[in-house]
């Protein structure tokens, strides 16, 4: 009889999930390209306001018109949830719904509005973004990672940067936050941000992410 229960099973690969979130410069390096429409909401939501690189393709039309009180329906991985969105983001978002029907994906394709945009592609856009902005070692998820560390930085509150990337299973902070012991960064992402409030559609207590795109 064996007698250690993990025998058989795949252990998780602690490396992997351990939080790899950019510097202040490299994230200015990121957010400072220039880039489409469609790159420039992505960015907004994946490194201004932390959601995963999934989220963003489910995404519709319909649902960024029902923008209201600085909240997006966002299909998150637990649950589909209210999420806090800067005014500018918001703008961005209705300018890609213009013209598409309300159950239409926001996030399309480049050769045409009819053509959908999957994880692939997502993932690809990010990549060329990374080597555009001469960065390496970073995937999509680094940016929800680097969004959670910085707003853990400059407000000393590991429940707010959680609440804001809506992440609710316990004990996973140490997966998006890494810890800078030489002090705070003094500003969340490129650091020229002023803050929006985040109240929640129930008049619950409010929060705030920083406007840096």
């Not at 053509?115 to 940016?143: D, I, P």
């Not at 941000?193 to 207590?205: F, I, L």
Request: glycine share 12%; net charge neutral; hydrophobic share 40%.
């Amino acid at each position: 009889m064996v007698s250690d229960p993990m025998y058989g099973m795949k252990r998780p690969n602690i490396q992997d999930q351990m939080p790899n979130p950019m510097t202040l410069e490299q994230v200015r390096m990121f957010l400072y390209l220039d880039m489409s429409l469609r790159e420039r909401a992505a960015v907004h939501l994946l490194a201004g306001h932390g959601w995963r690189q999934n989220e963003l393709l489910e995404v519709l039309a319909g649902e960024v018109r029902a923008i209201s009180g600085g909240q997006i329906w966002c299909h998150g991985k637990q649950r589909a949830e209210w999420a806090p969105v800067l005014p500018e983001t918001a703008e961005l978002l209705s300018r890609l719904a213009d013209g598409l029907a309300d159950d239409e994906q926001v996030f399309r394709g480049k050769r045409g509005r009819n053509e959908k945009f999957g994880h692939g592609g997502m993932r690809k856009l990010v990549r060329n973004l990374m080597r555009r902005a001469g960065l390496s070692g970073f995937t999509g998820h680094n940016l929800r990672d680097t969004f959670a560390t910085l707003v853990t930085e400059e407000s000393g509150d590991l429940t707010l940067a959680m609440q804001l990337i809506r992440d609710k299973v316990p004990g996973v902070a140490s997966r998006y936050v890494k810890w800078d012991a030489t002090g705070t960064s003094g500003a969340v992402l490129a650091g020229t941000a002023t803050r929006e409030e985040a109240v929640s559609p129930g008049g619950g207590e409010s929060n705030y992410i920083e406007n840096a795109v």
